[in-house]
C-alpha cells in the first residue's frame, strides 16, 4: 500500500512540472513512461473503485497534496484533487503536454505518436484516451463560448442556434461533473455565475431548462454507479436556482416573459417561487393619480407593463400554470380589499386588463373566423 501511495506522489509531481518549461529536457522515452505511469494509475482507478480501504487511503493521499501550500514548486497539482480524477489521469497529463511549448519536438512527436497511433488495431485504452480528449476539448470549447459569445438579438432564444449549443454544452459539462462528485454540479455553477457575463449565462440557463434529456453515454450505461437519471442536468439547474434567491430573482428579471413561461410550465417548482417574485413586484408599485397609472418609488422597481406583460403571458400558459396565476391574483385582490374599481387595488387592476385583453382577443379570433367564412 505504501507502495502505491509513493507512486501516486511521484505521478502528482510529475503533473505539475509537465506544465512547466522542465518538460524542455524531456525525450520521446520520458514522454512514454510519463504517459505509462499515468495509464497505470487510472487501472488503479478502474481496478479499486469499490474496495473502501485502498480509495479511502488514495483519496486521502490526494485531498492532503490538494490542500498543501507550495508542495511542487506551483502549489496543489490542479485537477487531480480526489480518486475519480485518477480516472483520466493520463488526459489530464496529454493535455498539458500538448499545451506546453516548451516540449521539444522529438517529444511532442512522440506524444502525438501516442494519443492517435493511425489506421489499425487500437487497444480500448487508446480508444478512450482519444474520446477522453476530445470531451475535455469540448468541455474547454464550452467554458469558452460561455464566456465570449454574448446574447445575439433573437426573440426566440430558445430556438437561436449559438444558445442551444452553450445549452448543450452546460448540461454535459454538468454531467461529468455530477459524475465525479455530487456536491461539485452546484459549485461550479456558482463560479461560472461569478466569471461569466451574467445576462447571457442566465439566458443560456433558461435555454437548457428547455432541451430534451441527455442519452447516457457508453460509460456511464456500462457503470450504473456513475449512472444519471436523464433529467438530472436540469434538476441541478432548478435546484441550484431555487437555492440562490439573488441569482433566481435576477434570472426572473432578465429573461423574456414568454420564455419564463415555457421554463415554468415545463419545471413547476419554479412557478410558485416565481409568482412570488411577481406579487412582490406587485406589491412596492402605488398608484400615481396624476398619471393615472401604477408607478414604483425606486428605479428598479418593475414597471406596471412589464409586470402585466409577465402576468398576460402565464395566463396564456396551459393549466394547471394557468389557474395557479389567476387563483394567486385572486387571492392578492380579495387581501386588498377586494376592490371592484380601478386604481384602488394593483391586483383588481391586474384582473381587469388581462380579462379585457383577454375579452378582446376573442373578438378578433371572431372577427377573423366571420371574415374567413364569408
Known sequence: MESLLQHLDRFSQLLAVSSTTHVSTWDPATVRRALQWARYLRHVHRRFGRHGPIRTALERRLHNQWRQEGGFGRGPVPGLANFQALGHCDVL???????????????????????????????????TLQESLARLARRRSAVHMLRFNGYRENPNLQEDSLMKTQAELLLERLQEVGNAEAERPARFL?????????????????????????????????????????????????????????????????????????????????????????????????????????????????PWEELHDRFQSLCQAPPPLKDKVLTALETCKAQDGDFEVPGLSIWTDLLLAL????????????????????
Open 93 to 127: 497529463l496529454s493535455l498539458r503536454l500538448l499545451e506546453n511549448r516548451a516540449l521539444g519536438d522529438a517529444a511532442r512527436y512522440h506524444l502525438v505518436q501516442q494519443l492517435f497511433p493511425g489506421p489499425g488495431v487500437r487497444d480500448a485504452d487508446e480508444e
Open 355 to 374: 380579462r379585457s385583453g383577454a375579452f378582446r382577443k376573442r373578438q378578433v379570433l371572431g372577427l377573423s373566423a366571420g371574415l374567413s367564412s364569408v
Open 190 to 302: 456558482s463560479s461560472l455565475w461569478e466569471r461569466l457575463p451574467q445576462n447571457n449565462f442566465l439566458k443560456v440557463i433558461a435555454v437548457a431548462l428547455l432541451q430534451p434529456p441527455l442519452s447516457p453515454r457508453p460509460q456511464e450505461e456500462l457503470e450504473p454507479s456513475i449512472h444519471k437519471s436523464p433529467g438530472e442536468g436540469s434538476q441541478v439547474l432548478v435546484h441550484w436556482l431555487l437555492g440562490n434567491s439573488e441569482v433566481f430573482a435576477a434570472f426572473c428579471r432578465a429573461l423574456p416573459a414568454g420564455l419564463l413561461t415555457l421554463v415554468t410550465s415545463r419545471h413547476p417548482a419554479l412557478s410558485p417561487v416565481y409568482l412570488g417574485l411577481l406579487t412582490d413586484w406587485g406589491h412596492r408599485l402605488h398608484y400615481d393619480l396624476q398619471k393615472g397609472i401604477w408607478v414604483g418609488t425606486e428605479s428598479q422597481d418593475v
